[in-house]
Every structure is written in structure tokens, then in C-alpha cells.
């Protein structure tokens, strides 16, 4: 495993990543109707593009298996594909980021008990809950925060 900084960014490059994002969400976001995957789909390859620091996991060959945003000290994306689940690229990179970015910050959807399970390994812990996503959606939202 190898973590890279891609810096370029067009569809072609960042469709890989949109696959990891897609079999990760159907693995661990199972409150999510196929409908609003699809919907939030959309949105995907723009947030890939508009992060300031997108890290990826990838094989010795190059294909990724995982990858994270990062927006100066938060953790704003970490998706690993459901075939590496549970094999050290998510904990990877969010060492890496804690280690090079300071991460100390992250929203997680409280419906996605694995992924705060994770966090709270990683050091996080839940500051405050929103009843909604940052789109308005019924998802609620834990924000978690590192404790040192």
C-alpha cells in the first residue's frame, strides 16, 4: 500500500475514487434508499475536486482502495472500498492525516455505527449531534473531535 496526494483531478483520473465511494456507501450506509445514493452520487466527483487535499490508498499497481479529503485541520471524506474493509487503509490514512494535517475534527453520520466505532478507536469523540446533514436531509450528524 502506497498513500499518494492527487493533485490531478479530472473525471478520468477521479473515476476509480467515485467506485470506491459507491461500494464503500453501500457497505456501511445502509439507511440510505437507492435513491439517495444515486442523488448523492451526483455531488461526488465535485467534492473530489474541490477538496484542498485529496490522500489515496492505493495498491503497488496503482489502483486505489481508499482515499480522504482533508480541508486544514478536518477530515471531510474517508471512504474505503468494501473489498478492503477492515485491512488497514482507512486507519492508514487517518493516521497519515492526523500526522501531516493535525486532523482533529470530523462529521460522521450517526447512522453508521462502524465508522464512529472507528473514530473513537482513532481518538475521536462526539462533541455534538445535528439532527440533519449539512444538506438539510433526515441523517442525523455526529461531530467528533480528537482528544489527545
Not at 111 to 123: I, K, V
Amino acid at each position: 500500500m502506497k498513500l499518494v496526494e492527487w493533485r490531478e483531478r479530472t473525471p478520468a483520473r477521479l473515476a476509480p475514487l467515485l467506485t470506491v465511494w459507491e461500494t464503500s456507501v453501500r457497505a456501511t450506509h445502509l439507511f440510505l434508499s437507492e435513491h439517495a445514493i444515486l442523488e448523492i452520487r451526483g455531488y461526488v466527483p465535485q467534492a473530489l475536486a474541490e477538496v484542498p487535499h485529496l490522500l489515496v490508498a492505493e495498491e503497488d499497481d496503482g489502483t486505489p482502495k481508499a482515499f480522504m479529503g482533508v480541508d486544514g485541520r478536518r477530515l471531510e471524506m474517508l471512504f474505503v472500498a468494501a473489498e478492503a474493509r477492515g485491512k488497514g487503509y482507512g486507519s492508514a490514512l487517518l493516521r497519515y492525516g492526523i500526522e501531516r494535517f493535525d486532523i482533529d475534527q470530523l462529521a460522521v453520520n450517526e447512522q453508521n455505527p462502524q465508522a464512529r466505532g472507528f473514530y473513537e478507536r482513532m481518538g475521536f469523540r462526539v462533541e455534538r449531534r445535528s439532527p440533519v446533514d449539512e444538506q438539510g436531509q433526515p441523517y442525523p450528524i455526529l461531530y467528533m473531535r480528537r482528544m489527545d
